[in-house]
Each structure stands twice: as C-alpha cells, then as structure tokens.
C-alpha cells in the first residue's frame, strides 16, 4: 500500500512538473518580444496556453505581447493596427501608463494605417580607378615592405621591357625585311 501512494505521488508530481512552463522559456518569449520578433513569441504564446499555465501568468504575457505589438505598429504610423492591441491591452491592465497614453491619444479618433513609402538610396557614381593611381598599402613587417616594394619595382620593369620588346620587335622586323629586299635585288643581277 505504501509503494502505491509513493507512485502515485511521484506520478502526479511529475505530470505536474511536465506541463509547468521554465523560466528560461519565458525569458525566451520577452526577448522574442524585444527584439520585435513577433512571431516567434506568438508561437511560445500559444505554446503556453497549450501548457495550461496559470491563468494569471499567462494573461500577464498575452498582454506584454499585446503592448510591444502594438507600440510596434504605433512606430510605423500603423494607428488601426496599433489600436487593436492596445484596446486588449487596456482591458486588462488600465493603469500602467503606456498604454493609457496610447489609448486614450487613439480612442475616439477615425484611424487608418499609414503607408510607408521606402525612399530610393541616393545613386553614387561609380569612380573607375585608372592605373596610375596610387593604393595604400598597411604593412606589418620588413620582410613584407621589401616585398611590396620589390613587387612594385619588379611590375615597373616588367612594363619598360613590354616596351623595348615591342621597339626592338619593330627595328627587327625592319631589318629583316631590308634584307630579304637586298637578297631579292642580288639574286635579280
């Protein structure tokens, strides 16, 4: 008999405890709230009235949601929607004075959400960067300045060989061609 009403106890402590909401969850729903994502609070809402908390605590974050909800709206000029939440809101809690505020400056007036037209970012000119500008450059060690200046000396030579390659390509190219001309007038003799 005394094994009976252990387990039983422990059964209903359990059960108990299993349908209890953490604190840590609830810590999650506000900071849901904060952080204005909306719908995943609304998800831990709904996931704590499918948990059978107390009645008390549960009205209590129904109407934190309602409340950062509706400011929401009321900061992007979305009056009728905002009213909504804070109508719920004030039925429940009527003397904290946010929502006083809210609901007495929206009761009694003809509401309509505003339309919020996104300004176009202004459109910058694109700059094409031409050769010889110059790049700054952050170095952190000799060795790697001796390599950047090297590497810079390296690309200038480089270019100045393009070019006398390109000359002496060209005097070769005549010269050749000057003799293929005395060959050919040689051989017509």
């Given at each position: ?6 387990t039983t106890l ?33 998800d831990l809402l ?57 609901y007495t400056e ?84």
């Open positions: 008999m005394k094994n009976i009403l252990i422990l059964l209903l402590a359990i059960s108990l405890f299993a349908e209890s909401i953490s604190e840590e969850e609830i810590f999650s729903f506000r900071y849901s709230l904060k952080n204005k994502n909306f719908e995943e609070a609304s709904n996931k704590f009235q499918n948990a059978k908390i107390d009645q008390a605590k549960y009205e209590l974050l129904e109407t934190e949601f309602w409340i950062a909800k509706g400011e929401d709206l009321y900061q992007q000029k979305k009056y009728k929607s905002s009213f909504e939440y804070f109508n719920n809101a004030y039925s429940r809690w009527r003397t904290n004075p946010l929502i006083k505020e809210r929206l009761a009694g007036k003809v509401l309509h959400d505003e339309e919020q037209v996104q300004p176009l970012p202004p459109i910058k000119p694109i700059k094409k960067q031409t050769e010889k500008e110059k790049e700054i450059v952050f170095i952190d060690t000799n060795s790697d300045s001796y390599f950047i200046i090297n590497s810079f000396r390296i690309e200038s030579l480089e270019n100045e060989l393009k070019f006398l390659y390109g000359i002496a390509g060209s005097v070769f190219t005549l010269l050749l061609i000057q003799v293929i001309i005395n060959l050919i007038l040689l051989i017509r003799k």
